[in-house]
């Protein structure tokens, strides 16, 4: 199974300040078919279902803000809100989509500073 | 509106069984392969299921293989997670997902999930 880790566990940002969430995959996810990693990034607020923000690691879904930004390829991804506003408070995941079964990573919770 | 709403959940004592149901609408629901994703209480997201557009490919996460079924019916646009010999760790809140398809250079992959539902919880417990 591929373990995705993600760091910090938690960190506190200030209103307009940047906020770099970072995933690490235990093998690379990468397609050569297509020429895209397969890494998604959700935002899940208390109380509800988790929202997809990216998908194949740097692609934002429709309508998602685009201070949301995704980037990496192969292991090694990175979210950044690149100015926090108070409704990004929640907690991040990543996921991987290369193969069965398909992982997430433990979690980032993000609060304001 | 792009909608699915889980059902079915409930208390259960170990060993027991349930059947948890998944209503589509405001979509081809034929046309998306379809997931089942929980959360324990307090805790991260684990992927349990998932199944083809057509019904007949299905994979499973080693802690359900076994003792749950994915299936679905398209023509009730409806998806379903038959789940026996349930145990403690079983409890978490139940959320379908639809898969999120990329499709280039004359293929179509899954890449996300991108419509949930409000989830349903299911507790063991004696």
């Known amino acids: 199974d591929i373990v995705m880790t993600q760091s910090p566990d938690s960190l506190a940002v200030s209103l307009g300040e940047r906020a770099t969430i970072n995933c690490k995959s235990s093998?690379?996810?990468?397609?050569?078919?297509?020429?895209?990693?397969?890494l998604a990034w959700y935002q899940q607020k208390p109380g509800q279902p988790p929202k997809l923000l990216i998908y194949l690691a740097s692609m934002r879904e429709s309508g998602v803000p685009d201070r949301f930004s995704g980037s990496g390829s192969g292991t090694d991804f990175t979210l950044t809100i690149s100015s926090l506003q108070a409704e990004d408070v929640a907690v991040y995941y990543c996921q991987q989509y290369y193969s069965n079964p398909l992982t997430f990573g433990g979690g980032t919770k993000v609060e304001i500073k | 509106e792009v909608q699915l709403v889980e059902s079915g959940g409930g208390l259960v004592h170990p060993g027991g069984s349930l059947r948890l149901s998944c209503a589509a609408s405001?979509?081809?629901?034929?046309?998306?392969?379809m997931h089942w994703v929980r959360q324990a209480p307090g805790e991260g997201l684990v992927w349990v299921s998932r199944?083809?557009?057509?019904?007949?490919?299905?994979f499973y996460a080693d802690s359900v293989k076994g003792r749950f079924t994915i299936s679905r019916d398209n023509a009730k646009n409806t998806l379903f997670l038959q789940m026996n010999s349930l145990r403690v760790e079983d409890t978490a809140v139940y959320y379908c997902a639809r898969d999120r398809p990329y499709c280039g250079g004359g293929r179509c992959y899954g890449a996300g999930m991108d419509v949930w539902g409000q989830g349903t919880t299911v507790t063991v417990s004696s």
């Open positions: 405001g979509f081809t629901f034929s046309r998306y392969w």
């Open positions: 093998q690379s996810v990468f397609y050569s078919s297509n020429n895209q990693s397969n």
């Open positions: 199944i083809s557009d057509d019904g007949y490919t299905t």
